[in-house]
Every structure is written in structure tokens, then in C-alpha cells.
């Protein structure tokens, strides 16, 4: 019986030193905010050696097995292009070095592989383009380029309208149900490769894809889940601001920030105002923003989750700071309901819809903005507690590991390429010092890719 109730103490004091463990601290000053980006630093590292251990020249590593997953039949090298700003930005020198020397010496597209042209967009050529304007590294901007042209084939399509898919041997091209955010989040990344190759057709492709989607919104001013890329006929009218749509939204609002696009400031001034007059949904001191559909502006479903949950930092980004405030701490509260956030929420009946977890970042990134923009001390808080129920549900020996479910925890086989260039790199920047990034230089892709502004060739 002694035996049994010392145990029990026993247990109760390791509990109680892992939980005071886990606490974040209750105020962040500057110097907490500087050891809470260093305990950042340490965690892209630990990751990014978990993937130089079980994956090295693979797209991903999945974490559980500790296997090396790839997208295609050949890797094109998904983690290292984009981690490698994030490396540079932490100050990882050493495996910014290796990761560009990987990237520079096995990086080739001239693969017989049909790939999304989208992801490869935001990803790849974001990453080598950001990777280029910091290490001036030729070799890198030569890459831009190759994956350029052998994507351009894409927008051949009666619209204009992008190819879901495009092979980068043949330019070949698949896939015609698509969606504003496939059309609409590729100008910020072909403009700077034209930009910095003086080839305007980047610029101009990519653009026409943004106007023909902004030309088929419904007189709401809105824009449907998903078209035809060959009729460019609308195939979903359901009008929202999460996946699919979403970065379609960033697009117009960051092409006018970092081209001075006069036509794209015009483009985001209609369409934020019938983002907030159809879908914003104001309950009490409350604030979400539901679903609707685009021609009617009828209400639809009480739907968010992760991915809508960069809307805060897009609207104090273009200057909303008092709904950027209250979209943040209604998604905070979506993320405490259960210590991290699901994939999709019903906030009217305050229920998972689905609970996995994809390790996304665009909470955090909100947090980012509104830290920088807003300067109020509650945004490094609450990225502190966010930072802690990440690590303590996350992580595990050799890396970060999505979740299966937020609610029992079980973990998923998975650790995207985007953990390392934005969860972390707007955790970093969140608790770093400001000059760790000066915002008013580049425009971050939805990637979080930094762009620097160039001038015309
Ligand atoms: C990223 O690839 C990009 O942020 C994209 O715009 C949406 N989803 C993921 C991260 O969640």
C-alpha cells in the first residue's frame, strides 16, 4: 500500500514536471522571445537531420517509418528547395550549404513526369527564386528558368486558364476541372522569374490566369470552389476562403505589394469587399467567415479550419486590423478545443468536421503579421503556446510528424515540405528580432517564400 502511494506520488511529481515543462512563459519579453526563436532554430534543425538521416535526396521524409517518400517517379528534391531560405534565414549555415549543393548538383527537370503545375509553382520555383535573391547563386536562377519554360506549356488551354497537370519532358498537359487557387497564386512567383530573366511572357501567362479568374466571379463579386479550365465554366458555385480559393484572395492583394499591378489592386479592392459582405459572419464579438454561393450570395455552411486561417494575416497585411484581431482569436479558439487545430470545424456548433492535422502553418502565420503590424505582446503569446502544443504533439525522434487526429493524437506517416518553409520559418520570424526579416523588402509567396522587388529588365 506504501509502496503503491509512493508510486503514485511518484508519477504525479513527473507529470507535474512535464506539464511546467510544457508551459509557455506567461509573458514574452525580448529576451524570452530570442530563446523561443533559438528553441526554433534547434527544431528545424532536428528536422532537417532527420531527413538528411532517412530521406537525403528525396522529396519527403515520413517520419514513423523513417522512409524517404517521393512525389513522382523521380524526386525533385520537394524539402531541401524549400527549406533551404528558411536554413538561410535561421542562420543555419552549414545546412543551407548542403542543401543548396544538393539542390545545384541533382536537380534536374528534364523528367517524363506529369506534375501539379500549382504546387510546383509555390514551391519549387518560389523556393529557387527566393533561394537566388539570397545567395546570389547563378545556378539557382538557372533552375528557375528550365522549370519556367518547361511549365509554361500549362497555360495552353482555350481559356487560359492553367492545366491542373503538365508533363516536364513533353509539355504535354493534363487535368481540366481546376480552381481559383490553382489559377490565381502563380503571378507573384512568373512575374519574378520574368522580373529576373527579362522574359515578360512569364509575367503576362501568369497574369492573364489571375484576370480570367477574377473575369468569371459572379455579380457577388465572389468566385466558385472549381471550374473547367477548357470551357471555363464554373463547376461548384460554393464560394469560401479556404482551400482551393484561398491564396486566389493573397494573390491579388501581394501582386499589387510587390509589382505595383494597379490592375490587381482594383481586382482586391471588389473582391474583399464581397469577401466581407457574403461571407464574413460576425456572431456577438465574433468574427468567422462561412460559405456562400458566388451568384446568389446565399449562406452556406459555418465551415473553417487550418487553411482558412491565413485569412487574419492577408487582411492586416492589406490594412484590417480590427477584423484581423478577431479572425485571429476565433481560430485560436478553434486550436484550444483540443490543443492543436483540426482540418475543418464547424465554429456554429463549435464541432470537428475533420480532425486530422497536416502540421499547416497558416495560424502562425497570422500571428506573424499581426506581430508585426499590430505590435501587440498577445500575438508572441499565443505563437508561444501554439509553439509548445506543436512540439509537444508533433514531434517526435527524428522529426515532425502530422496528425491522423487532434482529438486522440494519433499520428500520420507524413512531414510535408511546407513544415519547413513556413511552419517554422513563421515561427522563427515571430519570436526573432524584426531585423531578422525586414517586411517592407520582399513580398512573402503563399509558400512563405520571400520575394524581393526587381526592378523591370
Ligand atoms: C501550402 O502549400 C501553401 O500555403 C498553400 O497556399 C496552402 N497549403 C499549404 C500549407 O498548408
Same mark, same amino acid.
Given at each position: 500500500m506504501k509502496l503503491h502511494r509512493m508510486f503514485v506520488s511518484l508519477m504525479l511529481m513527473a507529470c507535474a514536471?512535464?506539464?511546467?515543462? @510544457?508551459?509557455?512563459?506567461?509573458?514574452?519579453?525580448? @529576451?524570452?522571445?530570442?530563446?523561443?526563436?533559438?528553441?526554433?532554430?534547434?527544431?528545424?534543425?532536428?528536422?532537417?537531420?532527420?531527413? !538528411?538521416q532517412y530521406a537525403w535526396g528525396h522529396d519527403d521524409l515520413a517520419?514513423?517509418?523513417?522512409?524517404?517518400?517521393?512525389?513522382?517517379?523521380?524526386?525533385?528534391?520537394?524539402?531541401?528547395?524549400d527549406a533551404l531560405d528558411t536554413l538561410i534565414l535561421a542562420g543555419l549555415k552549414d545546412e543551407a550549404n548542403e542543401a543548396r549543393e544538393l539542390i545545384v548538383t541533382r536537380l534536374s527537370f528534364d523528367q517524363d513526369i506529369y506534375v501539379k503545375h500549382f504546387e510546383i509553382t509555390i514551391r519549387l520555383l518560389g523556393g529557387l527564386l527566393s533561394g537566388y535573391q539570397l545567395t546570389h547563386d547563378e545556378r539557382l536562377l538557372k533552375l528557375a528558368d528550365d522549370l519556367g519554360t518547361r511549365l509554361l506549356p500549362a497555360f495552353d488551354s482555350p481559356t487560359g486558364l492553367p492545366w491542373v497537370e503538365v508533363n516536364l519532358r513533353s509539355g504535354k498537359t493534363r487535368g481540366s476541372e481546376s480552381n481559383p487557387a490553382e489559377s490565381g497564386t502563380l503571378l507573384l512567383e512568373y512575374g519574378t522569374l520574368a522580373r529576373l530573366t527579362g522574359k515578360s511572357i512569364y509575367y503576362d501567362k501568369a497574369k492573364r490566369a489571375l484576370v480570367e479568374t477574377y473575369n468569371r466571379r459572379g455579380k457577388t463579386g465572389l468566385v466558385g470552389a472549381s471550374f473547367d479550365v477548357v470551357s471555363g465554366k464554373w463547376l461548384d458555385t460554393d464560394s469560401h476562403i479556404g482551400g482551393g480559393i484561398d491564396s486566389y484572395y493573397e494573390y491579388l492583394w501581394k501582386c499589387w505589394k510587390l509589382f505595383g499591378d494597379k490592375d490587381c489592386l482594383a481586382m482586391w479592392q471588389t473582391s474583399?469587399?464581397?469577401?466581407?459582405?457574403?461571407?464574413?459572419?460576425?456572431?456577438?464579438?465574433?468574427?468567422w467567415y462561412r460559405h456562400a454561393d458566388m451568384h446568389s450570395g446565399k449562406a452556406g455552411q459555418t465551415e473553417y479550419g487550418s487553411l482558412h486561417a491565413f485569412f487574419p494575416g492577408l487582411l492586416a497585411y492589406s490594412g484590417d486590423l480590427p477584423r484581423a484581431r478577431k479572425l485571429e482569436e476565433a481560430s485560436l479558439r478553434m486550436w484550444q478545443q483540443n490543443g492543436i487545430e483540426p482540418e475543418s470545424f464547424d465554429y456554429a456548433q463549435f464541432k470537428v468536421l475533420d480532425p486530422s492535422y497536416a502540421l499547416r502553418p497558416e495560424i502562425i502565420e497570422s500571428a506573424f503579421y499581426l506581430n508585426r503590424l499590430d505590435g501587440a505582446p498577445r500575438w508572441r503569446t499565443i505563437g508561444a503556446q501554439m509553439f509548445t502544443d506543436f512540439r509537444r504533439h508533433c514531434r517526435n525522434d527524428v522529426g515532425y510528424t502530422a496528425l491522423k487526429?487532434?482529438?486522440?493524437?494519433?499520428? !500520420?506517416?507524413?512531414?510535408?515540405?511546407?513544415?519547413?518553409?513556413?511552419?517554422? !520559418?513563421y515561427f522563427y520570424l515571430l519570436f526573432a528580432p524584426k531585423n531578422a526579416l525586414d517586411l517592407d523588402a520582399v513580398v512573402f509567396n503563399t509558400e512563405a517564400h520571400p520575394l524581393r522587388r526587381v526592378a523591370t529588365k
Open positions: 514536471c512535464v506539464s511546467a515543462k @510544457a508551459q509557455p512563459p506567461a509573458s514574452i519579453d525580448a @529576451a524570452a522571445s530570442a530563446k523561443l526563436a533559438d528553441e526554433v532554430r534547434e527544431e528545424v534543425r532536428h528536422a532537417w537531420s532527420g531527413y !538528411k517520419p514513423l517509418s523513417k522512409r524517404a517518400h517521393d512525389w513522382y517517379a523521380q524526386s525533385l528534391l520537394m524539402t531541401p528547395v474583399i469587399a464581397a469577401v466581407n459582405r457574403h461571407l464574413a459572419d460576425p456572431r456577438g464579438n465574433e468574427l487526429s487532434v482529438i486522440t493524437k494519433e499520428r !500520420k506517416d507524413s512531414m510535408e515540405s511546407f513544415v519547413f518553409a513556413e511552419t517554422f !520559418k
